[in-house]
């Protein structure tokens, strides 16, 4: 079983919409879970950390589930700019740091 | 925001040669610097942890003799890949973590490599 499971996509969806996605995460001990973006042949950006308490900047709304070992991320009123790849990621407790990331989900924002 | 660079951004090599990539940390001092690999449609592979003035740790499966870290400063860490294979073609990726924030990495825009 991977450490970290998203679904791939790709996610095809109209400007203006609301899109969610799910991960997975199978250390019980992870202390740490962010979401990054990832543009087509670019670095990994920090798009914001997750919280169990839940999150949210501007139209994006992260949630931890730590019972269910779930981390979600919504963006609503979808952009074109937001075409991208989600990456779920996560630091394992006493990992040094070691970050952990999911393959990615596509989202494609067609007007 | 804290930059990190690399070089070269891209690199088209022949089978059987050496490739150096640097990854530098331009506004602050990491002690720590991580490589990356991704392979297209996969996710970020951690190979190593560099830390300064010490050896690198590797990852399960990432070989120590074929992959070379050097990370003789605070700003600068190298990977080179040795004797490279078309299977090393791959998007290698560096980030480094400040010395005085260590719950966040920087990353670098990534090195793209090509053997032929």
């Known amino acids: 079983r991977k450490e970290v499971e998203q679904d791939p996509g790709p996610f095809n969806v109209p400007e203006g919409a609301t899109v969610a996605f799910n991960c997975t995460y199978s250390n019980s001990a992870s202390q740490s879970f962010f979401w990054y973006r990832q543009d087509c042949r670019k670095e990994p950006k920090l798009l914001m950390s997750v919280y169990s308490s839940g999150n949210e900047d501007g139209r994006f709304t992260a949630q931890l589930n730590r019972a269910s070992q779930y981390i979600s991320l919504l963006i609503r009123d979808s952009k074109l700019s937001d075409s991208a790849t989600y990456l779920c990621?996560?630091?394992?407790?006493?990992?040094?740091?070691?970050?952990?990331f999911g393959a990615g989900t596509r989202l494609a924002v067609h007007p | 925001g804290a930059v990190v660079s690399q070089h070269p951004s891209w690199v088209i090599c022949k089978s059987g040669t050496s490739v150096k990539i640097e990854c530098r940390s331009l506004?602050?001092?990491?002690?720590?610097m991580f490589w990356y690999r991704q392979f297209p449609k996969q996710s970020l592979m951690l190979m190593a942890t560099s830390n300064e003035g010490s050896k690198a740790t590797y990852e399960q499966g990432v070989e120590k003799d074929k992959f070379l870290i050097n990370h003789a400063s605070l700003t600068l860490s190298t990977l080179t890949v040795t004797s490279a294979h078309p299977e090393d073609s791959s998007f290698y990726i560096c980030s480094a973590m400040s010395s005085t924030t260590t719950d966040t990495q920087y990353f670098g825009p990534g090195t793209r490599l090509t053997v032929l």
């Open positions: 990621v996560v630091l394992p407790s006493g990992g040094y740091n070691k970050l952990i």
């Open positions: 506004d602050f001092q990491a002690t720590t």
